[in-house]
């Protein structure tokens, strides 16, 4: 081959994305000691916040200790991964718990407000949740998730328009989800129908929509900005939940489009495991061939499919704009498309535990405000970890998953 | 992607003319959509799209390469140009860190990651050993960029090798590592901020010796430095890792069928992790130049609004893994970049704001088109298979009639 021929194909000889499933059969005796040892891990470090706020670490590092002696046994015994998991977490616990144990109490209660940091985490969690519900749609039907980023911008920017020109929020979201659609039609056009390597095409999506919309954004608005007036996604508030206790501050008030988010998860996994459509879904990302042969249509489902994620995308990017920052600018989703992709694979392509991860890592968001506290610096470095989390567990020490067997390859009709 | 069996089809049982054809003619026509549809993203905001690209291509320099462009234009177009080469070179090298990996059957996403890596420990070498002589200085540093750009694209090679982690996630997660600890290094109170003004989140300057020299133009002004030839040597070594040497024939291998390497003898797991480090070092390459030859100093917006290693993809998918179309497509995009700033746009023709944009678009445009590359080759081999017949017969009718 001379250099200059075309480049060989990637795609092909990809392994199945995050490794294949291993079948790990553990004695559940040794696997209630992993989880145990979790569990006091977990612990050693939360004795030091409030609101219990030990003072020293001594307890700490005897529990940690425990716990990293029974993880290790556990591990040795045959839960690896929960195991290890455990052991790392002891470590991670004991050197916090001495960090926390010796920081300033009054800064640490300014940090450690649970009723807060929970409606913070809403907050942040929503957008993750919506695009990380549209990856786990299309990464199930075949087709790779790595437009995210390009279809929430789009969204979160024809929101804006749409809530700017209709002067309604509720119009101004759906123009947002169709701006999600559009970003995900073309992708679809191209990584359906012209068979084109999905990785190459979401980065070029990302790219296109970071011009298109700082584009659209300058043509419209030019220096003034989005428009101060927007209508805006209102709240709501619990029946019942009044007054500033801990479930009244937690749950008592968020976006209308947070309890939206919610009630998608539970739909999303309610469709993909327990209806026709969800199971043809799944079986066109699983084996396109044997699904083609049963009747479904291969093609038409991956179409449906990755137009819904570009309509989830959509509606995550008017969260953004339309409810929690009540304006645009130019790539305002800052990476959010790209760890909402990461709760895909933390959660291992299942609604609930993508859900979980999207906690997590909104709950990571809310500590890193307010550990500004201590120092900017510790703030700001904060923000790296969803993404070191994700690393880790993409190199299976959280425990190795299986993405659809067909992610990333095209399919031709035979 | 098409199954290999379809690429290497199209790529050997068809002539070498019809090779010939879709290696130049499948960029041509690439570029040529994409400067098609940002046409007709300039005639929506009502502006003229040959005046805009005119302007552009002005803004570019590219018109001091014409002997008849003389006097004052001849000067400024000079220094126009320099900025151009200037922002070719990095990308040249970033073109390349995704050039190697693709050979592997990698894709390295990574070289913004890499790049930024690199940048932030250029600017900690350059800006501390004040004193030492120049040559060493620049010697370390440059080194020092280079040595974390591989590890940062290791990292990604090792997870790969040792536990099948896809490496397009992890170099994904692994830019973004890299964004917010150079936000966290330069930012306020950050550990490498500047110390004259504490309320800026700006990275120290990198030392006078630690700086490449400038050989063409205004040191003052951005004049073109010696990274310049660096890139080059990075194309040329480029091209003699893969066509000349083993361990290119290595990671070719791996990346046409690992199974058959593995049996050759070759361990793929090692190769990817070669792979990578080389990838790595050629966008830790781009970083320090781009560093030590004309920002001399980082902010953190800068950290978080570059796109230049999503850039390097566009250069290597446009320049089609050749060393030589590399370095084309990076001085299309240096071109455009620098024609399109706020800097050389002439604001009476197109908003600057809006040009940055434009060829935000025009790169996504050309990423996207090269996404579905076999399918537009195949189009342009027809094409040109057509023409070419439809030509054979002209000449036949002509000679029978003129017989």
Redesign the interface.
């Known amino acids: 081959?001379?250099?200059?021929?075309?480049?060989?194909?990637?795609?092909?000889?990809?392994?199945?994305?995050?490794?294949?499933a291993t079948a790990e059969v553990v004695d559940p005796r040794v696997a209630r000691v992993a989880w145990a040892a979790v569990v006091l891990a977990a612990l050693a470090f939360f004795i030091t916040i409030p609101p219990v706020t030990l003072r020293t670490p001594a307890p700490s590092v005897v529990l940690g200790v425990v716990a990293a002696v029974g993880g290790w046994w556990a591990a040795r015994a045959g839960a690896g991964r929960v195991g290890w998991g455990a052991v790392v977490g002891a470590v991670l616990a004991i050197v916090g718990a001495w960090v926390a144990s010796g920081a300033d109490e009054a800064k640490l209660d300014q940090v450690v407000v649970w009723s807060a940091l929970f409606a913070a985490t809403l907050r942040f969690a929503t957008p993750l949740i919506f695009a990380a519900l549209g990856g786990i749609i299309s990464e199930r039907a075949g087709v790779i998730a790595?437009g995210l980023e390009g279809m929430m911008l789009s969204g979160a920017l024809f929101a804006v328009l749409g809530a700017d020109l209709t002067d309604s929020w509720l119009l101004g979201v759906l123009v947002g989800m169709l701006g999600g659609v559009g970003v995900a039609a073309?992708y679809a056009v191209?990584a359906i129908t012209?068979?084109?390597?999905?990785?190459?095409?979401g980065?070029?999506?990302?790219?296109?929509?970071?011009?298109?919309t700082?584009?659209v954004f300058?043509?419209r608005y030019g220096d003034d900005g989005s428009p101060k007036d927007l209508s805006r996604v209102p709240e709501l508030s619990l029946p019942g939940l009044g007054g500033d206790g801990f479930f009244a501050v937690s749950i008592g008030s968020a976006s209308l489009m947070t309890w939206f988010a919610l009630v998608a998860v539970a739909a999303v996994a309610f469709v993909l495991f327990r209806t026709t459509p969800g199971l043809h879904l799944r079986a066109v990302g699983e084996r396109p061939e044997a699904a083609e042969s049963a009747g479904i249509p291969v093609l038409r489902t991956r179409y449906l499919a990755v137009l819904a994620s570009g309509a989830m995308a959509g509606l995550g990017g008017a969260y953004l704009s339309l409810a929690l920052l009540g304006s645009f600018s130019?790539?305002m989703t800052?990476?959010r498309g790209?760890i909402a992709?990461?709760a895909v694979?933390f959660g291992r392509w299942r609604p609930g535990a993508a859900l979980a991860a999207a906690l997590l890592f909104g709950f990571s968001s809310a500590i890193a405000r307010r550990l500004d506290v201590f120092?900017?610096?510790l703030a700001?470095?904060f923000?790296?970890l969803p993404?070191?989390l994700?690393?880790i567990a993409?190199?299976?020490l959280v425990g190795?998953s299986r993405a659809a067997g067909a992610l990333g390859k095209?399919y031709?009709r035979g | 992607m098409l199954p290999a069996r379809l690429a290497r089809a199209a790529t050997t049982t068809r002539g070498l003319a019809g090779r010939g054809v879709s290696r130049v003619g499948v960029p041509l026509v690439t570029t040529f959509l994409a400067f098609l549809a940002g046409g007709l993203a300039i005639l929506v905001t009502g502006n003229d799209p040959f005046a805009t690209y005119k302007a552009i291509f002005d803004g570019s320099g590219l018109s001091w390469l014409f002997p008849w462009t003389g006097g004052d234009t001849r000067e400024i177009a000079a220094s126009s140009l320099q900025q151009t080469l200037i922002a070719a070179a990095p990308l040249a090298l970033l073109g390349l860190a995704v050039a190697v990996a693709y050979r592997a059957g990698l894709f390295n996403i990574g070289g913004q990651g890499q790049y930024l890596a690199s940048s932030s420990m250029a600017i900690w070498v350059g800006s501390s050993f004040h004193g030492m002589p120049a040559l060493p200085h620049v010697v370390i540093t440059v080194l020092a960029g280079v040595a974390i750009g591989a590890l940062w694209a290791g990292i990604a090679g090792a997870l790969h090798a040792t536990s099948g982690a896809n490496e397009v996630i992890t170099t994904i997660m692994l830019n973004w590592v890299a964004i917010w600890i150079g936000s966290y290094l330069f930012g306020l109170g950050g550990p490498l901020q500047n110390t004259e003004d504490r309320s800026l989140p700006v990275s120290p300057e990198v030392a006078q010796s630690a700086r490449l020299p400038v050989f063409w133009g205004d040191p003052e002004l951005q004049g073109l430095h010696i990274g310049f030839f660096l890139a080059i040597l990075g194309l040329v070594v480029y091209w003699v890792l893969i066509a000349r040497s083993r361990a290119g024939y290595e990671i070719r291998a791996v990346g046409l069928n690992p199974e058959a390497a593995r049996t050759a003898g070759i361990s793929p797991g090692r190769v990817t992790v070669k792979a990578m480090l080389i990838c790595g070092a050629f966008a830790g390459l781009a970083g320090a130049i781009d560093v030590l030859g004309w920002e001399y100093r980082i902010s953190t917006t800068d950290i978080t609004v570059s796109q230049i290693g999503f850039l390097g993809i566009a250069v290597a998918l446009l320049g089609r893994g050749s060393a030589v179309g590399i370095g084309i497509a990076a001085l299309l995009f240096g071109a455009l970049t620098t024609g399109a700033s706020q800097r050389n746009l002439d604001p009476e023709i197109f908003d600057p704001a809006l040009g940055t944009n434009l060829t935000l678009i025009i790169q996504g445009i050309i990423v996207l088109v090269a996404s579905a590359d076999i399918v537009l080759g195949g189009a342009v081999r027809s094409l040109a298979a057509r023409s070419f017949g439809r030509l054979r017969t002209l000449v036949a009718r002509r000679r029978e009639a003129s017989a």
């Open positions: 081959m001379s250099t200059t021929a075309p480049l060989p194909s990637p795609a092909e000889h990809r392994p199945t994305v995050v490794g294949v790595l073309i191209f012209l068979r084109a390597d999905q990785v190459v095409a980065t070029a999506l990302n790219l296109m929509a970071l011009g298109v700082g584009y300058v043509a130019q790539n800052a990476g790209f992709l990461a694979i120092s900017d610096q700001t470095l923000n790296a993404y070191v994700t690393l993409v190199a299976g190795r095209p031709e």
